[in-house]
């Protein structure tokens, strides 16, 4: 009887030891609490230092700005309606800022719709001013088109870039009558003889040779877009020099 007594009193004590020992113990720093959140960067514009011509003070603009000043554009988001009046609309007031100074354009960008494009692309050639073009990593459809719409010898890519050449479908999903279904996709045909005829334009390729390739997805390293006439160079990385070089916005 007195042993189980004890027993009984070593069990309880160290129940009660653990008990009171579980507000000590530290977490595992191998585990994260699923109430803690994960802290991540602010997702705002980059926020850069400007010094306007002329002036001794120092302002913060985005870098999108900051680039518009220098005559950079950057397309990085699909192309649609809204991005390409943004696009147009950057391009007429860089002309009319200055008629005969280049503008560069950086494209990485996944996909783009075929009418918005084409919009781009009359403006592009309404402009007096050299337009530059570069393929920073991928260019796809409309996109490759566009890089391919620049002024002949400024036309450009990066080592790794891709180019995917392809016909564009309907813009949106159509419900209709059949009669009338059928003339959207007249128009989207059309549409697409008209980018096949420019490509052949550009490249200096033979238009049986653009409807070929273009029957399938057509993919295009940068030396194989020289080689093809959609770009003019490849831009491969200066060598290093050990003297410092003036910062700028312009070409790679």
């Known amino acids: 009887m007195v042993r189980g007594l004890r027993l009984l009193f070593v069990v309880l004590s160290v129940q009660g030891l653990r008990t009171s020992m579980k507000g000590l113990v530290r977490p595992s720093r191998l585990r994260t609490s699923a109430r803690s959140p994960m802290t991540m960067m602010p997702q705002q514009v980059p926020q850069v230092p400007y010094q306007p011509p002329g002036t001794d003070y120092i302002m913060w603009t985005d870098i999108y700005q900051r680039l518009y000043r220098d005559r950079v ?5 699909f192309i649609d309606e809204d991005k390409a009046n943004n696009l147009i609309a950057t391009l007429l007031y860089l002309k009319y800022d200055s008629p005969s100074k280049p503008i560069s354009i950086y494209f990485n960008v996944a996909g783009a719709l075929m009418k918005p494009c084409l919009a781009v692309y009359d403006t592009i050639r309404t402009l007096d001013c050299p337009i530059s073009t570069v393929n920073l990593g991928l260019a796809t459809g409309m996109g490759a088109f566009l890089c391919g719409a620049g002024t002949k010898g400024m036309r450009y890519s990066l080592p790794n870039a891709r180019f995917l050449m392809q ?16 003339l959207i996709v007249s128009e989207n045909l059309r549409d697409n003889d008209r980018v096949e005829r420019a490509l052949a334009q550009m490249t200096g390729q033979s238009l049986e040779t653009i ?11 940068g030396q194989e877009a020289v080689n093809y006439g959609l770009i003019d160079r490849v831009l491969y990385p200066a060598p290093k020099s050990s003297s410092p070089t003036e910062a700028s916005f312009g070409l790679i």
């Open 167 to 182: 016909r564009t479908g309907l813009d949106d999903p159509y419900q209709g009558q059949a009669t009338d279904i059928g």
């Open 73 to 77: 554009l950057l397309v990085s988001n």
């Open 211 to 221: 409807k070929r390739d273009m029957s399938r997805d057509f993919y295009l390293n």
